[in-house]
Nanobody
Framework: QAQLVESGGGLVQAGGSLRLSCVAS????????MAWFRQAPGKERSRVAV????????DYAVSVRGRFTISRDNAKNTVYLQLSDLRPEDTAVYYC?????????????????WGQGTQVTVSS
């Protein structure tokens, strides 16, 4: 019954910024670790950012560290991903995911709930 709905994707020029949002329902949001994954055509899904439910501890993929920022607003049941200094290689479908665990594991199978994804396309 849990549902995650992403929004905020779109077309942007290299060097530009986007803010992705993911609204969760049907789960105890404040007790779930939230993550953003992305998947480009022909590539496997990879985790780009995670924020734990325990003290909001964060981790990022090396490829996005310093450019992307993950945050959450428990009052709004929403997790955000601020994407800055975007590059063409950031082009992918971005997915929101949730797990009851407090983990930094990048393995997709750790996550129990997934959104449908939002497309981010960065032009060169």
């Amino acid at each position: 019954q849990a549902q995650l709905v992403e929004s905020g994707g779109g077309l942007v020029q290299a060097g530009g910024s986007l803010r992705l949002s993911c609204v969760a329902s049907g789960l105890t949001f404040s007790r779930h670790t939230m993550a953003w994954f992305r998947q480009a055509p022909g590539k496997e899904r990879s985790r780009v950012a995670v924020i734990k439910w325990t003290r909001d501890r964060k981790d990022y993929a090396v490829s996005v560290r310093g450019r992307f920022t993950i945050s959450r607003d428990n009052a709004k049941n929403t997790v955000y991903l601020q994407l800055s200094d975007l590059r063409p290689e950031d082009t992918a479908v971005y997915y929101c995911a949730a797990t009851r665990s407090s983990t930094f594991s990048p393995i997709p199978s750790v996550y129990d709930y997934w959104g449908q994804g939002t497309q981010v396309t960065v032009s060169s």
